[in-house]
């Protein structure tokens, strides 16, 4: 781990926060661990700190122009584009994020970002309202949809003058951890196939109404796009969601549980894992009618039926991997969830408590733990999903045998 940044070809995208300074450091680190940083500044980052000081700490020439040209001629935000392991944005002023998800090319490193053929991190920076505002907030989203990892900023005192909020540029050692796991665990999935189930799904009652629920699809995003990360060839199997799968994967979408379990069971032969995070719904309505049921008819009309448990189904399969599945529960979370990982006979299960309001459906939240064959793997902890998901992946690559490069 400690040499994982050797010889690293990174881009540090620096753009004008007051953080910017704080950038300098984190160049200077960097190269101190054996990377080859090549800075582009945003002409307001020059405001803050000056280029020749990333040029001092880093040995490399710094970008501030878009129509610099590289010694041998090359058109510069290209071949930095093409050339890098990693561009790294740090900070990220709202306005860059605004411009990445955009798509805006007007200086050299928007150019760049849209130029880049490998990963990004981009570590946001500001004021907690410009954080908060529903535009920040959405550009956020459209990135990391595409696949743009987002390093949050902490809690803290800003330089506005607020007191605990959020918007704080993390420590240089917070980032430099970040980047090493980014490289540590950029392939340890490589060469297999993960099948991620998400959302919920809507089972038809007639032309117009659907028996659902209240799952977003959101945590089963999070493992998709963090199996890809991973390097794993992604299968996401979907329920009708609001969410755009993360770039690379392959997206099935289905409506019902038994769309659901057919896609499933197509691709399981050759697949590593299935990681059931989907809610599929227990019942579906025994007939569906094609009109619209009259309103005085539909007490009497709706008869359930269950629908297939697609886990517990797919145990018994002789074409399985490891399978990993949720259990959303209210109370004795812990006896709960190892019961059906001992019923379904499943390798993992990730036990959620949802009875809460501040996690679990919708949220981007999720009170969980990780429960195997050897017991909880720690404490009920609150997690962000995609924490969360980087959880189940790590535990998963284990499993898979992989080397955690530790
Ligand atoms: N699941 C499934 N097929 C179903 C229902 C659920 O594969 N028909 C999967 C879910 O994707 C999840 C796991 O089973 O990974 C547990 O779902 P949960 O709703 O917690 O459990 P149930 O088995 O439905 O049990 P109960 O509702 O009684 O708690």
Redesign the pocket.
């Known amino acids: 781990m400690e040499t994982i940044l050797k010889d690293k070809r990174i881009v540090l995208g620096v753009t004008g926060g007051i953080a910017a300074y704080k950038a300098a450091d984190l160049a200077s680190k960097l190269t101190q661990a054996g990377a080859v940083v090549k800075t582009i500044m945003s002409k307001n980052a020059t405001h803050f700190v000056g280029p020749l000081t990333f040029k001092a700490l880093t040995g490399q020439p710094v970008v501030t122009d878009l129509f610099a040209s590289g010694s041998d001629g090359s058109i510069q935000h290209v071949s930095l584009a093409e050339e890098a392991d990693l561009v790294v944005v740090a900070p990220a002023t709202a306005n860059i994020l605004a411009k990445a998800a955009h798509g805006i090319a007007d200086d050299a490193l928007s150019t760049t970002l849209l130029a880049a053929q490998g990963p990004i991190v981009m570590v946001p920076a500001m004021n907690n309202h410009m954080w908060d505002n529903p535009a920040t907030q959405a550009n956020l989203q459209t990135l990391q949809e595409r696949g743009v990892n987002i390093l949050a900023p902490e809690v803290g005192r800003l330089a506005c003058g607020s007191e605990q909020a959020v918007g704080r540029f993390p420590k240089t050692e917070t980032i430099l951890e970040y980047l090493k796991d980014f490289f540590a665990t950029a392939d340890i999935l490589a060469g297999k196939t993960i099948i991620v189930?998400a959302g919920g799904t809507h089972e038809p009652i007639d032309a117009v109404r659907f028996i659902g629920n209240r799952s977003s699809g959101k945590m089963g995003y999070a493992i998709a796009g963090r199996a890809k990360a991973c390097g794993a060839e992604v299968i996401l199997i979907s329920g009708p969601t609001n969410l755009r799968a993360p770039a690379g994967v392959r997206l099935i979408e289905v409506e019902t549980?038994l769309e659901m379990r057919q896609a499933v069971i197509d691709n399981l032969p050759g697949s590593a894992a299935l990681i059931?995070?989907?809610?599929?719904?227990?019942f579906r309505a025994a007939s569906k009618t094609n009109g619209k049921i009259k309103k005085e008819r539909m007490g009497d009309s709706i008869t359930l039926e269950l629908?297939?448990?697609?886990?517990?189904e797919v145990a018994g399969h002789k074409d399985r991997g490891v399978i990993i599945?949720?259990?959303?529960?209210s109370e004795n979370i812990i006896t709960?969830a190892t019961s059906?990982l001992e019923r379904?006979r499943l390798d993992l299960v990730v036990a959620n408590d949802i009875g809460r309001s501040d996690a679990g459906f919708g949220s981007d939240f999720n009170l969980a733990v990780l429960i195997d064959h050897d017991g909880p793997q720690g404490e009920l902890t609150m997690y962000r999903k995609s924490d969360l998901a980087s959880e189940i992946i790590d535990w998963l690559a284990r499993a898979l045998g992989s080397d955690l490069h530790s």
């Open positions: 189930t549980a059931m995070a989907a809610a599929v719904a227990d629908n297939p448990d697609i886990l517990q599945g949720f259990a959303a529960e709960h059906k379904k």
